[in-house]
């Protein structure tokens, strides 16, 4: 048993879309959130800098004691192996190969169309993850991290842009049969997404997976928590507390008390 929290970063709110999925599937853990909020969006950004970002974010929740990391940022999860090898002992866990597993396990030969942030498109991260086990097909769509972000999860702008990312994709030949969302962030968005798809569709993210990778590592590692009641979250964010409670909860699904948000400095 181990009563430390568990660490989650992202550049900004979408990680919260994973930590939903991780509070409803191990409701006896703690979590300490970090969102980089003052330098998102990292999808945008080189790796060199997004290496560096996701080093420093890393670094500061294991100076907080937490028991494992989760890096629930697709666009991070490229430096996933180096903070891996710097933290160890620390277990670091990333969204990709969860990801990928939930894509292929609704269509394991694809076509799997990939919805994700510039960066992780160029990395090629789950062509990388899905190894040849089915088609995959990319679409970088950067304007969704300042929608979700914005908390413009509808309506007419959040409609054209998403029409706008997905046209090119939805008239590939042959067709994709999943959508992934590739991105911590897009899961707010599934809604106008499933609009635009259609309901033929899969449409899978790596919340629900990363959840199911991260129960398997604790109980592997004997790392698991035993409180009877839950241990309210902890946010930090690099900038801009008041906005990251008022909005985040779009992503959390639940009231975040500003209170509970933390300001910190990575630098
Ligand atoms: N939510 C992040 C991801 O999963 C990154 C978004 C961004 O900062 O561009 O890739």
Same mark, same amino acid.
């Given at each position: 048993?181990?009563?430390?929290?568990?660490?989650?970063?992202?550049?900004?709110?979408?990680?919260?879309?994973?930590?939903?999925a991780?509070?409803?599937?191990?409701?006896?853990?703690?979590?300490?959130?970090?969102?980089?909020?003052?330098?998102?969006?990292y999808?945008?950004?080189?790796?060199?800098?997004?290496?560096?970002?996701?080093?420093?974010?890393?670094?500061?929740? *294991?100076?907080?004691?937490?028991?494992? =990391?989760v890096?629930a940022?697709?666009?991070?999860?490229?430096?996933?192996?180096e903070?891996?090898?710097? &933290?160890? $002992?620390l277990p670091?866990?990333?969204?990709?190969?969860?990801?990928?597993?939930?894509?292929?396990a609704?269509?394991p030969?694809?076509? =799997?169309?990939?919805?994700?942030?510039?960066g992780?498109?160029?990395?090629?991260?789950?062509?990388? *993850?899905?190894?040849?086990?089915?088609?995959?097909?990319q679409q970088?769509?950067?304007?969704?991290?300042?929608?979700?972000?914005?908390? &413009? =999860?509808?309506?007419? =702008?959040?409609?054209?842009?998403?029409?706008?990312?997905?046209?090119?994709?939805?008239s590939?030949? $042959?067709?994709?049969?999943?959508?992934?969302?590739?991105?911590?962030?897009?899961?707010?968005?599934?809604?106008?997404?499933?609009?635009?798809?259609?309901?033929?569709?899969?449409?899978?993210?790596?919340?629900?997976?990363?959840?199911? *990778?991260?129960?398997?590592?604790?109980?592997?590692?004997?790392?698991?928590?035993?409180?009877?009641? $839950?241990?309210? $979250?902890?946010?930090?964010?690099?900038? *801009?507390?008041?906005?990251?409670?008022?909005?985040?909860?779009?992503?959390f699904?639940?009231?975040?008390?500003?209170?509970?948000?933390?300001?910190?400095? &990575?630098?």
């Amino acid at each position: 048993m181990n009563q430390a929290a568990i660490g989650i970063f992202d550049s900004g709110m979408g990680g919260l879309t994973v930590m939903r999925a991780l509070t409803s599937a191990l409701p006896s853990e703690q979590f300490i959130y970090l969102g980089d909020t003052a330098r998102l969006p990292y999808g945008t950004k080189s790796a060199t800098t997004v290496r560096r970002y996701a080093m420093q974010a890393a670094q500061a929740l *294991a100076l907080r004691g937490v028991k494992l =990391i989760v890096v629930a940022c697709n666009t991070a999860s490229l430096a996933a192996r180096e903070l891996a090898a710097s &933290l160890a $002992p620390l277990p670091v866990l990333g969204v990709i190969e969860p990801g990928a597993a939930a894509a292929l396990a609704v269509t394991p030969q694809g076509p =799997i169309a990939v919805l994700a942030t510039e960066g992780t498109v160029k990395e090629g991260a789950y062509a990388r *993850a899905i190894g040849g086990r089915a088609t995959v097909l990319q679409q970088a769509c950067p304007l969704f991290v300042p929608l979700a972000e914005e908390g &413009l =999860i509808d309506g007419q =702008i959040t409609e054209l842009v998403v029409r706008r990312y997905l046209e090119p994709v939805l008239s590939q030949s $042959p067709a994709p049969r999943t959508l992934l969302l590739g991105c911590t962030h897009y899961p707010v968005l599934r809604e106008v997404i499933r609009r635009i798809a259609g309901p033929e569709l899969a449409i899978v993210d790596s919340a629900q997976t990363t959840a199911a *990778a991260v129960t398997e590592l604790l109980r592997v590692r004997q790392l698991r928590a035993d409180r009877n009641a $839950p241990a309210a $979250p902890r946010f930090l964010v690099t900038d *801009a507390p008041e906005r990251f409670a008022r909005i985040g909860q779009v992503f959390f699904g639940e009231v975040i008390d500003p209170d509970q948000v933390e300001l910190i400095d &990575l630098q």
